[in-house]
C-alpha cells in the first residue's frame, strides 16, 4: 500500500489550497482517512478524518476553514483548506486504517503547507 500526498505549497495569508492523498496497491477497506499535521517544534497533531460512510470530525480551530472529503473510486482523500493563517504552516500528513486480510494502518510521506506573506 502506498500514500501520495500532494498539493502542498507556499500561500499568502488568507489564501486556499486543496491537499489530496491518492492510495495504491492492495488496500482492502479502507475504514477512516485522516490529515495530520506537524508544525515546526511541535508535535504532530490530528486536523480531520473521515469514515468509509462519510462521517467527519474536523478540529475546533480549523473546522470553519477546512472541509474533508473522499472519493471512494478514486481511492482518494481531499483537504479544502481556506482562509489560511500562519500558523496553518506545517507539514500534512495523510493517515489510513483499513483491513485486508488483518486491520492495518498507514501513513503517507507528507506535503508541506507555508503560510506566509
Known amino acids: 500500500v502506498q500514500l501520495q500526498a500532494s498539493g502542498g505549497g507556499l500561500v499568502q495569508p488568507g489564501g486556499s489550497l486543496r491537499l489530496s492523498c491518492e492510495v495504491s496497491g492492495s488496500m482492502g477497506k479502507i475504514f477512516n482517512m485522516d490529515w495530520y499535521r506537524q508544525a515546526p517544534g511541535k508535535e504532530r497533531e490530528l486536523v480531520a478524518q473521515?469514515?468509509?460512510?462519510?462521517?467527519?470530525n474536523v478540529e475546533d480551530s480549523v473546522k470553519a476553514r477546512f472541509t474533508i472529503s473522499r472519493d471512494n473510486a478514486k481511492n482518494t482523500m481531499y483537504l479544502q483548506m481556506n482562509n489560511l493563517k500562519s500558523d496553518d504552516t506545517a507539514v500534512y500528513y495523510c493517515?489510513?486504517?483499513?483491513?485486508?486480510?488483518?486491520?492495518?494502518?498507514?501513513w503517507g510521506p507528507g506535503t508541506l503547507v507555508t503560510v506566509s506573506s
Open positions: 493517515h489510513i486504517r483499513g483491513w485486508s486480510d488483518g486491520h492495518y494502518q498507514y
Open positions: 473521515i469514515t468509509d460512510v462519510g462521517a467527519t
